[in-house]
């Protein structure tokens, strides 16, 4: 029973801006939206979550829409490095565990 | 700060046999959790542990599969008998176990059962 909806892939050139979807229409009001990022042969690296205000940190932005039931992740200059699978997982607030969907895999072209 | 070390990084071994993967968590981290990740079902949650004692098991397979955490450095994840369909890429993460904070990941064991 997913949670979230990704598109399965989308592509970004190099230095441009990258505005990775999710839709998480059946969140509930104790649930975040969690993202990370899974760069081939790693782990699945924290990027940043966020309740309900936007939030921004050196990696990346996360504009959550007012009724809660999308957001976007914003990498606001995007690298080649920054070619992976990134996943939106929503999370209720004592939660310990994360459930990952499949995600979207970005690549950032030259 | 090493992060989550997992061992051995690769795993070849022949159905029917043992095999055992370990983990050391993040220092002062309490939530230790074992993910597997195969191209057709993804990352699954198998296990996690707080403060050492399992919590959820419900996702391990089957019998098969056991895990461990001795102490709050150290955990191990066993497969005996080990089973081609058991090939996969087993991660490690761990956490402060506090709501809200982030799962930290190792770099994976792929395992490979022929």
């Known amino acids: 029973d997913a949670k979230t909806t990704q598109p399965p892939s989308m592509d970004c050139a190099e230095g441009r801006a990258a505005n990775l979807p999710c839709n998480h229409s059946?969140?509930?009001?104790?649930?975040?939206v969690y993202w990370y990022r899974q760069i081939h042969s790693q782990g699945p690296q924290y990027i940043i979550h966020?309740?309900?205000n936007n939030e921004t940190n050196e990696m990346a932005s996360l504009i959550i829409t007012e009724d809660r039931k999308s957001s976007t992740l914003i990498l606001p200059h995007a690298t080649l490095r920054d070619t992976a699978v990134y996943y939106c997982?929503?999370?209720?607030?004592?939660?310990?565990?994360?459930?990952f969907g499949t995600g979207t895999r970005l690549t950032v072209i030259p | 700060d090493a992060g989550v070390i997992q061992s051995p990084r690769h795993e070849v071994t022949e159905m029917g046999q043992e095999v055992t993967l370990r983990c050391k968590p993040i220092?002062?981290?309490?939530?230790l959790f074992w993910y597997r990740q195969t191209m057709m079902r993804g990352l699954e949650l198998l296990i996690y542990f707080n403060n050492n004692v399992p919590i959820d098991d419900s996702g391990m397979p089957e019998d098969r599969f056991s895990a461990k955490m001795p102490n709050a450095s150290f955990s191990t994840l066993k497969i005996q008998p080990s089973e081609p369909r058991d090939s996969a890429v087993y991660f490690c993460a761990s956490s402060l176990g506090r709501p809200r904070t982030p799962l930290h990941f190792g770099n994976g064991t792929r395992l490979t059962v022929t």
């Open positions: 966020g309740l309900k």
């Open positions: 059946t969140i509930s009001g104790n649930e975040y």
């Open positions: 997982i929503v999370r209720e607030t004592g939660a310990n565990n994360l459930f």
């Open positions: 220092s002062g981290h309490n939530s």
